[in-house]
C-alpha cells in the first residue's frame, strides 16, 4: 500500500454542485484506489510545511479523482 496527495471532485448530493479538496488518497500496490482523508495539515517545524506545500502543489499537476472513483464504505 501507498499514499500521496491528490485533487478530488466532489457533488453536492442537494444541489448537484461540486466542490475539489485535497486529500491523502490509498493505494493497493497495483494502483488500485483504497480511500482517501482529509490531508494532515500541519507539522512541529518549518521544513515540514514546506514539504506539505510541495506536496500539495504536485498534487495539482495530477489528474482530477472524482469521488465516484473510490470504492463504497462497507
Known amino acids: 500500500m501507498h499514499w500521496n496527495h491528490r485533487v478530488i471532485r466532489f457533488t453536492e448530493p442537494e444541489t448537484g454542485d461540486t466542490f475539489l479538496k485535497f486529500a491523502e488518497v490509498f493505494y493497493e500496490d497495483d494502483g488500485t484506489l483504497l480511500g482517501y482523508h482529509d490531508p494532515f495539515m500541519w507539522s512541529e517545524e518549518m521544513e515540514g510545511i514546506q514539504e506539505l506545500a510541495e506536496q500539495l502543489l504536485k498534487a495539482t499537476t495530477q489528474p482530477v479523482l ?4 473510490f470504492p463504497e464504505e462497507v
Not at 66 to 69: P, Q
Open 66 to 69: 472524482n469521488e465516484s472513483d
